[in-house]
DNA sequence: TAATTTTACGTAAACGATGTCGTTGTACTT
DNA sequence: AAGTACAACGACATCGTTTACGTAAAATTA
């Protein structure tokens, strides 16, 4: 018991009792059990993270940033991936509740998922990164999608170009809709007629639809991407068909790579703050932890900017 | 008790019972306290993954794969970085596994780190990636560094490039090491005498390093560049400086990445296979926990291949 | 049929830390 | 000097599960 309130800071421990107490643990080399304190109800001192897919580098920068701004608390991170999948995304929520984590970071597959109310309702806090959930009231994290791509495409009005395209993946996501949203009420604003938006889904079909897209007699003259992916799906497609980015057809990304500066011309994007992102969930997730946060969920957005190179038509990359 | 032994598949209880217990189970939505099972010494079902650098490709597609593996058996996986420091990397293993994880999969920093002995005479089974570790015997799985370096060079050669130059970072790592044996073997089965070998630190300081190498008089006609990062902060350089790759310098990389297709012209570079890398590692600690493999610590090595595209000087892409 | 084994369950103890409470000793009142 | 307050510590129960063991009943054997 002594042991127990001199490693917790207890008061009540004379600073000699203690120091014996503290040579003991050095000389028997002890460390608390980690499971008996799970038992006694204590805090894990973890968090977990799902994201859809490790791999992909927006989420690698955001798991790098969470991962960072964890430990600086002492707090491990559970990494999991759902694969964009649901059901597995349930599964892992399941094992990290009863792991257990005092906190999660979620990057939600789907936001009306009924499971989402379940956990919601326990007493694991969450926080969503990048998309919100519809069925439950959690804290959030993320970008102004809508303004960003309003911004991207406003570029390419400016630029001149009549038609332009929309290419998306994923478009059932929140964050798809708004990007989407964007894209139209800058058309709209713009009085273009012209409106075009292409679902790709995977890496393999969205060949032969970018290719008929990209080749078409009332093709486009420039293209907002509205995620990574399916920004290098076009410059796959550009590149394999000879066109000509920046020149012949513009294209504008959401969502910045580092080796877009690489790839010639380089490519205009939206850049969001990946590892803001991390760093802002993670401390408000630990603030709810420690009750060092109270009031009602709130949602932060956070803002994203134009980084202007070449494949938009600019001359000099600006940025 | 019977509870207990219902869930554990033990034999020694009657179907009816099962029957009632699942019931129960259902109505009363019991789910096995992790923590308590842990104080029995129950396995968690989870393993630990530490490696420098979760937003390095590399690594990414590593983690997907360990985690992917991982998930196919029920298990979880927790997932830390060391960002290259000895300290850091540590205390990582140090709070897994007291936390506890049944085993740990560890892209090890430093090769004789002291701590490394007290991990590996712990039971806790050990399973090195991509490096193995000096001071202690475990498992490991990496790849065919120095013949892979060796087929690189080896191809500049053939070339006919008389100046090859290698640069590396992180030259005190062993695959480094052997990646740099590799090229000096190169060089002296051709009977080429001249030999430069860069270390660089980071990007930023890189820049000025790498300029003064691609603009000197007596410049490289082709460069060999060791890992991933230095093959970027070379083109990053050429671009820079307005030098033609694969006209002006040849270049190739070891470490394939992705994008490399993108880049004008498509960079050269020696494919490790990351996710089987990933795949067979967490394998052999999943059946080092369940005792399914009882000899002695192995050692395995992958293959690697060399992906000809152009910035070694070939026209086309070949592989 | 009686002795023995096997099956199906329950009971007690243990894992290691912590909350509660009781006990002792010291300092401070009045 | 006696009473009160509180500091410092230990004993005991507790968290939820499993291991070890006990005890019946059922099945098998002699």
Redesign the interface.
Known sequence: MTVSRMINGHPYVTPETAKKVREAIRKLNY?P???????TGKLSR?IGLIVP???D?FF??V??AV??TA?AQNY??????SEDDPT?EAA?VE??T???VDGILLVPTQSREPYLKAIVAGNTPVVTIDRPIEVATTDSVGVENQAGAMMAVDHLVEHGYKKIACVSANAHLQTMKDRIAGYRDSLRKAKRSYQNELELKSSASSKAVLAELLTARNRPDAIFAANNAST?WV??AL?ELNIQMGKDIALVGFDD?D?F????PSVTAVRQPAAELGNVATRLLLQRINGEFKSTSVRTILPVTLTIRESCGCRRAIA
Do not use: C, G, Y
């Not at 491990?76 to 991936?81: E, G, N, P, Y």
């Open positions: 460390r059990n980690h499971a008996a304190r799970m038992l973890s897919d490790i791999s580098t690698s920068v798991s790098h991962q960072e430990r491990l991170v559970w990494l999991a991936a597995i892992q094992s990290m009863h792991h257990p290098i410059i796959e590149k790579v080796f500066t690489l790839i010639t």
